[in-house]
Structures are given as structure tokens and as C-alpha cells.
């Protein structure tokens, strides 16, 4: 009796749940996701035409991050799985495409290990505050540094597609870069600073 009363029950929570988390922004952040992928199949291997197309989905997935956090707060349609994977899907994008640009030499080690690093420290910490019932709330300096990123990242995806551009790609790619590398430390320096006044100075 109880477990017929219960299945029913089960059925309808598990409905609830996905008819509150099937947003748009989060749609939006599903696609991210699906497309870092085909992003990677793509820039596998880089032939000047499979790095224009790869370059162009990893342009159609950075916008998607902007779009998600627009449409959420646009229509109020904030969830828990929304906070959950939009970072995530920040990163992974992010990352592929460095480690992959590591690969094939367009990016040195050290600075991909350093960006690596970085993001990994900021989602534990930030992990770890959620836990105590904080929330870090995203920098704007950290924004402009994932804008940044981005930016470097396709440049360089492209410096052996677009070879009759003027500009030198590898460089303002390669300099943007640092620059984004620049702004990630100092934001995660703000993300430990926070992190200590509003958790660690609880304990000590």
C-alpha cells in the first residue's frame, strides 16, 4: 500500500523538479555544454578550415554564457542547478580549448598550469564557503577576464586560418591571454580575501 502511494508521489517530485529546472538559461547552459565536444572533435585536428569552424563553435558556446545569465535574471528563472552548472561549463569551454592550444604549441604549459590552477582553487574555495553557508559572488574583474579569455582563445584557434588578416594573431592573442591571466590572479586574490573574511576569521 505504502509503496503503491509512494510511486505516484516519486513520479510527481521528479516532474516538479524537472519542470523547474528545465529553464532556458539553463537550456542555454545544456548547450554549452553539448557543444565543448564537438569544439574538441573539430580542433583535433587543426587544418586551417577545422579551425574556423571549430573557432566559430567555440564563439557560439562563449555567447551562451552570456545569454544564460541574462535570461535568467531577465525572467527570474535562477535555479539551483543554473549556479551549479554555469561555472562548470565556464571552465570546461575554457580549459579545452587551452589545452588543446597547449597541444599544438600555440600556448606555453606554465600559463595554461597557472589558468588551470587558478579556476580549481576559485571553485574550491568557493565550494567550501558555499558549505558555511556563503556565497562568493562573482567578481567583475572576473568577468572581464573569462571576456578576455575567450577572446585569446579563438584568436588563437585562428592564427593559421586567417592568414591574409593583417594583424598578427599569434601575439594579440598570446597578449590578451596574459592579460586575462593577470586579472584571474588578482580576482582570485580578491576570492581569497573574501573567503578568509567571511569564513576563516569564524575559526580563528
Known sequence: ?????SAPSLLATTRANLATNATLANLLTFARILLIP?????????????SLA???????????????????????????LGKLLDPI????????GLILLVQFERVAALVAIVIIARELAVTGVRAIA??????????TIGKWKMVMQV?????????????????????????????????GLYSGGQYLA??????????I
Open 151 to 183: 577572446v585569446a582563445i579563438v584568436m588563437l584557434i585562428l592564427e593559421d586560418s586567417l592568414t591574409t588578416v593583417a594583424w598578427p594573431l599569434h601575439f594579440l592573442g598570446t597578449a590578451i591571454l596574459y592579460l586575462a591571466l593577470a586579472l
Open 130 to 139: 558555499a558549505t558555511e553557508g556563503v556565497v562568493l559572488a562573482a567578481e
Open 54 to 80: 571549430a573557432a566559430l563553435v567555440f564563439i557560439v558556446a562563449a555567447v551562451t554564457d552570456l545569454l544564460d545569465g541574462y535570461v535568467a535574471r531577465r525572467t527570474g528563472q535562477i535555479t539551483t
Open 38 to 50: 564537438v569544439f574538441v572533435v573539430l580542433f583535433a585536428n587543426p587544418t586551417p578550415d577545422r
Open 89 to 96: 561549463a565556464d571552465k570546461l569551454l575554457v580549459l579545452s
Open 1 to 5: 500500500m505504502h509503496a503503491t502511494d
Open 194 to 203: 573574501s573567503f578568509w573574511r567571511q569564513v576563516v576569521s569564524k575559526y
